[in-house]
């Protein structure tokens, strides 16, 4: 079965570092979104991109974050300046269409450390 | 405000029996609902999605309602298995927004 793809799995950095959180969706998939999890905490919508141009975005999503598809299959989230609080897990997930059929396809997920 | 919650405590089921997870939503119009299973330290994996005009949906041993005069989807899961434990979310999307909210999400544990 086809999967959504992350990488790294772990990613450790000081504060103040930038991160790049690579994630590879469904060949056929058009709409890519980046979600966070806090530990303990729920899910949250980051960004959703399709036709090469973000969709909607969230209020978490500030200037520091930007996003990516670089070459036709990789989809990327960086994070310019890392503070403590972008501790979490960050999942990347895709939909053939708007997710009314089949739902989303999350990856496993980068669990991002900020020391 | 919008909120969507969940069974905020765990729930705990003896084997074979039928466990049934809650999600309760106020201030949206979703246009369907969709239910997640997420295990430690991964992603969420689609389950079922019901959309607004539906009341009912089954897929093998679950089912799920969605009662939009009630604002509440239920999820059943029958003769559960200890397979089945894990942490249940669902999750809508607005009628006039193309993102997908989260529940805080229902810890099964099936014993």
């Known amino acids: 079965e086809p999967e959504v793809t992350q990488t790294p799995s772990h990613q450790v950095t000081q504060m103040g570092q930038e991160v790049i959180l690579r994630c590879v969706p469904i060949s056929n998939h058009l709409y890519f979104y980046w979600y966070r999890q806090i530990l303990g905490q729920k899910v949250e919508f980051l960004v959703s991109f399709y036709n090469n141009e973000i969709s909607e975005k969230s209020e978490i999503f500030d200037d520091q974050f930007s996003v990516e598809r670089p070459d036709g299959s990789n989809f990327t989230l960086k994070i310019r300046s890392t503070k403590l609080e972008d501790s979490a897990m960050y999942f990347c997930a895709s939909t053939i269409g708007t997710g009314e059929v089949s739902g989303y396809t999350f990856g496993s997920g980068t669990r991002l450390t900020v020391v | 405000s919008q909120k969507i919650e969940q069974n905020s405590e765990a729930l705990n089921i003896q084997e074979g029996k039928t466990a049934t997870l809650t999600c309760n939503y106020t201030?949206?119009?979703?246009?369907?609902l969709q239910w997640y299973r997420q295990d430690p330290g991964r992603g969420p994996v689609f389950l079922l999605l019901?959309?607004?005009?539906?009341k009912e949906k089954r897929k093998e041993r679950l089912k799920v309602t969605f009662d939009t005069t009630l604002k509440q989807s239920l999820f059943h899961i029958t003769a559960s298995q200890p397979a089945d434990s894990a942490t249940y979310l669902c999750?809508?999307?607005?009628?006039?927004?193309?993102?997908?909210?989260f529940g805080q999400g229902t810890e099964l544990s099936v014993k």
């Open positions: 999750a809508l999307k607005h009628n006039q927004g193309g993102k997908l909210i």
């Open positions: 019901i959309r607004e005009n539906e």
């Open positions: 201030n949206y119009s979703p246009a369907y």
